[in-house]
């Protein structure tokens, strides 16, 4: 019997609104002023005190093996100084593990950002550069008593590979 991990390559589609909204929002430029809407965040941040702040990702490419889910509240990504990105996804779900069937990779431009909503599995963000900054927006103790991990490699001898 075999140990070895097989890589399985996930191809990356460009983000929309409508191909998003199973996993979140995809939240784009409006105009000042405009009144809130269903367009904007729908933001779930009750359970915590929120806690915005910048992370700096260095060296992250284009594999992952590790999918994570937060069951508490909401979570904002964006980068910053339009650096395009990948993240994977799977639909929210009340087991242990994602739906591998669901699971998609989004390539998500700089000028725009997205709200995963609760309990919707994600790895990355993942990226080519060798850094890049991204504004986060979720509870103050999310990756303390609200991180949720499901490792591919261990549990089913995969990996995944995001491909254009």
Same mark, same amino acid.
């Given at each position: 019997?075999?140990?070895?991990?097989?890589?399985?390559?996930?191809?990356?589609?460009?983000?929309?609104?409508?191909?998003?909204?199973?996993?979140?929002?995809?939240?784009?430029?409006?105009?000042?002023?405009?009144?809130?809407?269903?367009?904007?965040?729908?933001?779930?941040?009750?359970?915590?005190?929120?806690?915005?702040?910048?992370?700096?990702?260095?060296?992250?490419?284009?594999?992952?093996?590790?999918?994570?889910?937060?069951?508490?509240?909401?979570?904002?990504?964006?980068?910053?100084?339009?650096?395009?990105?990948?993240?994977?996804?799977?639909?929210?779900?009340?087991?242990?593990?994602?739906?591998?069937?669901?699971?998609?990779?989004?390539?998500?431009?700089?000028?725009?950002?997205?709200?995963?909503?609760?309990?919707?599995?994600?790895?990355?963000?993942?990226? !080519?550069?060798?850094?890049? /900054? @991204?504004?986060?927006?979720? %509870?103050?103790?999310?990756? +303390? #008593? !609200?991180?949720?991990?499901? /490792? @591919?490699?261990?549990?089913? %001898?995969?990996?995944?590979? +995001? #491909? !254009?």
């Amino acid at each position: 019997m075999s140990n070895s991990i097989t890589v399985r390559p996930l191809s990356a589609q460009l983000i929309t609104a409508e191909s998003f909204r199973p996993y979140g929002q995809l939240i784009i430029p409006s105009h000042d002023g405009k009144p809130f809407d269903e367009s904007d965040a729908q933001l779930h941040l009750k359970n915590g005190v929120p806690r915005f702040y910048i992370m700096r990702l260095q060296t992250r490419g284009r594999k992952f093996k590790r999918i994570t889910r937060h069951s508490q509240c909401t979570q904002c990504l964006g980068s910053l100084g339009g650096q395009e990105w990948f993240l994977g996804v799977a639909p929210p779900s009340p087991y242990p593990q994602p739906d591998l069937e669901k699971l998609k990779v989004f390539r998500i431009p700089g000028d725009c950002f997205i709200k995963l909503e609760v309990g919707t599995w994600h790895a990355g963000p993942l990226f !080519d550069q060798p850094a890049i /900054n @991204f504004y986060n927006l979720e %509870l103050s103790d999310t990756n +303390i #008593v !609200d991180h949720f991990t499901y /490792n @591919f490699a261990q549990e089913q %001898l995969i990996e995944f590979e +995001i #491909v !254009d």
